[in-house]
Nanobody, 110 residues
Framework: VQVVESGGGMVQPGGSLRLSCVASGVIFRNHAIHWFRQAPGKQREWVADISMANRATYGESVEGRFTISRNNANATVYLQMNSLKPEDTAVYYC?????WGQGTQVTVSS
C-alpha cells in the first residue's frame, strides 16, 4: 500500500488550498481515509475522515472551513481548505489501510 499527498504550499490568511492523496496497492473503495496534521512542536492531530459510505467527519478546529471528499474511480481523497488561518500551518498527512503518506507542508502566513 502506498499513499502520496500533494497540494501543499504557502498561502495568506483567508486563502484556500486543496490537498490530494492518491492511494495504490489497495482496494480504495473498501477503506475509510483520514487526514491528520502535525505542527512544529505539537502532537499529530486528527483533521477529518471520510467513510466507505462517503460520510465525512471533522475536527472541531476545521469544521465549517475544510471539506473532505473522495473519488473512488481514481483512488484519490481531497481536502479542500478554505478560510485558512496561521494556526492551520502544519504538515498534513493522509492515513489509510494502516499506512501513512510522507506528508505535505501547508504554511499560512502573511
Amino acid at each position: 500500500v502506498q499513499v502520496v499527498e500533494s497540494g501543499g504550499g504557502m498561502v495568506q490568511p483567508g486563502g484556500s488550498l486543496r490537498l490530494s492523496c492518491v492511494a495504490s496497492g489497495v482496494i480504495f473503495r473498501n477503506h475509510a481515509i483520514h487526514w491528520f496534521r502535525q505542527a512544529p512542536g505539537k502532537q499529530r492531530e486528527w483533521v477529518a475522515d471520510i467513510s466507505m459510505a462517503n460520510r465525512a467527519t471533522y475536527g472541531e478546529s476545521v469544521e465549517g472551513r475544510f471539506t473532505i471528499s473522495r473519488n473512488n474511480a481514481n483512488a484519490t481523497v481531497y481536502l479542500q481548505m478554505n478560510s485558512l488561518k496561521p494556526e492551520d500551518t502544519a504538515v498534513y498527512y493522509c492515513y489509510m489501510a494502516q499506512t501513512w503518506g510522507q506528508g505535505t507542508q501547508v504554511t499560512v502566513s502573511s
